[in-house]
């Protein structure tokens, strides 16, 4: 058997929903703005031995096999209420999945598991009776060459992923059916969180599994993609049987996009090159707001009941990526921090 060194994060199967040849799709660089037009599938969303053995490789390649037949029948589906009890957790299964192994997910948490782990190591250091204090100060110091070997626990979040997709099963699934004539696109991190319910929210984190207002976004094909909202805080318009929804506005066609543009780590996807220009002006929009998107590590006092200081805690959350989501076919209200309380779907479902 050969090796499988070259380990895709998005696999080849899901650029074949949107591929017109079955070999290759149009790129779009997130650095620097250029197009190609026609990469093979083979190259794209991939690293050298990305997950580190060909065993993970393997075990992995079984889950696309499993999750692909899955999303081809969404692809095709024109009734959500056609698709099994099976394929509804399989499709939870593969959302969590893709967000988790990519690139972006990587890169995204870095931070927090740098910054959480020297912690862990200081006051590891700190409660040593062997150690003098000079020798404490002196490996203090040294824990700012430290860096965390990032594979081990991008795997763990990997797993951890898997085994909570069934947190989303309480949200709403609406297939959106492109009626227009520009495609949805979609980048090397595909499946998208967001919360337009806690839109003006900036210090807190609400894209939990069980956050209220969560949505999610995952590309389908350049006509299809799936929405999961939570239905306590969304009211959706114009809502056909089986759960679909005509999109016929350009600008909600774009407002999707730009979820694209803003994961991506380094490219975004497109069925045919006449649409290169497209996915540019939209890059060209929302250029100055791009970001890495790493994840936010925020240290603060605690105090118990009685105001007596508990020493510092260690807050983390992904931030939402920074697009201003309105739709014309979803209506909701939108809150800010004052508003913010911490509440779980699980308390009202």
């Not at 990305?50 to 692909?68: K, M, N, P």
């Not at 959350?317 to 014309?328: E, G, R, T």
């Amino acid at each position: 058997m050969s090796k499988k060194a070259n380990q895709h994060y998005v696999p080849q199967f899901y650029f074949r929903l949107f591929s017109r040849d079955g070999r290759s799709i149009c790129v779009f660089n997130r650095k620097n703005g250029t197009s190609c037009t026609a990469a093979p599938i083979k190259g794209q969303a991939s690293k050298h031995k990305f997950y580190g053995s060909q065993e993970i490789e393997d075990a992995f390649s079984d889950l696309e096999g499993v999750f692909s037949s899955t999303l081809r029948t969404l692809k095709n589906c024109t009734d959500l209420r056609e698709i099994s009890e099976v394929d509804q957790l399989l499709t939870l299964q593969a959302i969590m999945f893709q967000r988790a192994r990519t690139l972006s997910a990587r890169n995204s948490s870095q931070p927090m598991n740098d910054r959480l782990t020297k912690l862990w190591l200081e006051a590891e250091i700190n409660k040593n009776e062997n150690l003098s204090d000079d020798q404490k100060l002196e490996y203090i110091s040294d824990l700012e060459l430290f860096e965390v070997d990032p594979l081990r626990l991008h795997l763990e979040q990997i797993k951890i992923s898997l085994e909570q997709a069934h947190l989303l099963g309480d949200l709403t699934p609406v297939l959106l059916d492109n009626r227009t004539n520009r495609p949805f696109i979609f980048s090397d991190s595909p499946a998208v969180f967001h919360n337009s319910h806690y839109g003006n929210v900036k210090l807190q984190g609400v894209l939990g599994f069980t956050t209220p207002g969560l949505q999610t976004f995952f590309p389908l094909s350049e006509s299809r993609v799936l929405l999961l909202i939570d239905a306590r805080h969304y009211w959706l318009k114009k809502v056909r049987p089986g759960n679909v929804i005509h999109i016929r506005e350009l600008r909600d066609v774009a407002a999707i996009n730009s979820l694209q543009i803003h994961s991506a780590a380094t490219a975004i996807y497109f069925s045919d090159y006449k649409y290169a220009e497209y996915v540019k002006a939209i890059w060209i929009q929302e250029r100055i707001k791009l970001s890495e998107n790493l994840v936010t590590v925020v240290e603060a006092p605690s105090f118990d009941c009685n105001g007596t200081p508990q020493g510092d805690i260690v807050h983390s959350f992904a931030p939402m990526l920074p697009v201003n989501l309105k739709l014309s076919f979803l209506e909701h209200e939108t809150l800010d921090d004052n508003d913010y309380r911490f509440a779980e779907r699980s308390a009202y479902v």
